[in-house]
Structure formats: C-alpha cells, structure tokens
C-alpha cells in the first residue's frame, strides 16, 4: 500500500488563516429580527452566500461582546438553503440550529453569521472540521465538535 502525504503545515497555514477571518468581529453579518421573527435582511445575506461552498460560523450576542457559537459548511448547491434553515425557516430533515436562534432571539440578543467561500468545494468538509477541534471549546453547539482532537 503507498502511503500519501499532504503538507500539513501548509494545510495548517491555510486553516490558521481561515480562521483568523472566520472569527473576526467586524465581519459580522447581524440578522434582523422583527417581533414576528421575521428576518428583514435575509435575502441580503442569502444572495451573498448564493451558488458558493462555504464555512461558516454563528454568532450570538448579548449587546456586549459577539460570542461564535457554531461552524458549519455547505455545498454550493445548498448553501442558501442551508443557511435559511438556520436563521429562518427549518426544513424537518435538516440539524439545523433553528430552535436556539428563536430562543437567542426572543431572549433579546442578536444573532450574526461570518462566512468564507471556499475553493476547491471538498476542502470544505476537513476546514470546518479542523476549525471545530481546535475551538470547540467556544463553539457550544458544536456537540460533535466536543470529541474530536486536532
């Protein structure tokens, strides 16, 4: 059997750098919410996210400091969907943090959403992965996140 290596500093770098961007504050995209939970900028968002594979992080605030909470990734066929699950209506089939949004919401915080396109679309899968082991200690709805080390 051939063994075959990947450069993982390289790898890393890449990863470290993603990262950096994901979990800046002032790349925060803030949700609108009126009282009917009703997003009032979402197709904003949506079209931003449109036809892309991405890694993406969910935010929570309470006025004060911006907490991310949850990375995830999607296909560029389903990122749109993917991202309306979580922040406006959830299809039944999906995991989708839909439930604690509402909850975050009505107990008055704001909820955000950073997010990188990524390229090739299969590196999205082991960039969120690593993102989440290295911090899963914030990420708090990342439960399988919880077991996994880097």
Request: with cysteine; glycine share 4%.
């Amino acid at each position: 059997m051939e063994l075959i290596k990947f450069d993982r500093e390289e790898l890393e770098e890449i990863f470290e750098r993603a990262g950096k961007t994901l979990f800046s504050e002032s790349k925060i995209l803030w949700l609108k919410y009126d009282k009917a939970f009703l997003c009032q900028n979402s197709l904003d968002i949506l079209n931003l996210v449109k036809n892309s594979a991405i890694v993406y992080c969910i935010w929570i605030s309470d006025g004060s400091h911006p907490i991310p909470i949850y990375v995830g990734h999607s296909s560029s066929k389903l990122a749109r969907q993917r991202i309306t699950n979580h922040f406006i209506k959830k299809d039944p089939r999906t995991g989708s943090q839909l439930e604690k949004i509402i909850t975050a919401v009505i107990d008055g915080n704001k909820v955000g959403l950073t997010f990188l396109k990524i390229e090739p679309d299969y590196m999205r899968k082991p960039m969120e992965e690593w993102l989440i082991s290295k911090h899963r200690e914030k990420l708090d709805w990342n439960i399988h996140g919880r077991n996994n080390l880097i």
